[in-house]
């Protein structure tokens, strides 16, 4: 299998921090989503939106990544929404259970 290369583009204001997620994510590329994800995922009173219109792959390590994200700002009481989520990528989200905790806009 071809790996794509993985890459996260951040866009940041005041009020909304913005992750494109482009390729694939997955045990070699998870550390990367974790290393800009979580320390964002901690600031309070800022909404964040993680887009995956360009996610091609995501296995259960880089589901990990969410899911520790969700676990982070919960604990602030802030949600994590996810846009443009392609169907391949929801269905991971489906079976997991983990869509029932993600705002998907």
Same mark, same amino acid.
């Given at each position: 299998?071809?790996?794509?290369?993985?890459?996260?583009?951040?866009?940041?204001?005041?009020?909304?921090?913005? &992750?494109?997620?482009?390729?694939?994510?997955?045990?070699?590329?998870?550390? %990367?989503?974790?290393?800009?994800?979580?320390? &964002?995922?901690?600031?309070?009173?800022?909404?964040?939106?993680?887009?995956?219109?360009?996610?091609?792959?995501?296995?259960?390590?880089?589901?990990?990544?969410?899911?520790?994200?969700?676990?982070?700002?919960?604990?602030?009481?802030?949600?994590?929404?996810?846009?443009?989520?392609?169907?391949?990528? %929801?269905?991971?989200?489906?079976?997991?259970?983990?869509?029932?905790?993600?705002?998907?806009?």
């Amino acid at each position: 299998m071809n790996q794509l290369p993985f890459v996260v583009e951040t866009e940041e204001n005041d009020k909304v921090v913005c &992750l494109y997620l482009h390729g694939d994510l997955d045990l070699a590329t998870a550390p %990367q989503l974790r290393e800009v994800l979580l320390p &964002l995922a901690e600031k309070e009173k800022k909404e964040v939106r993680v887009n995956l219109k360009d996610l091609h792959y995501m296995d259960s390590t880089g589901l990990g990544v969410f899911v520790a994200a969700l676990k982070l700002r919960k604990a602030i009481n802030e949600e994590i929404f996810i846009e443009e989520v392609p169907d391949k990528i %929801q269905r991971i989200f489906q079976i997991s259970g983990v869509a029932q905790y993600l705002t998907i806009a």
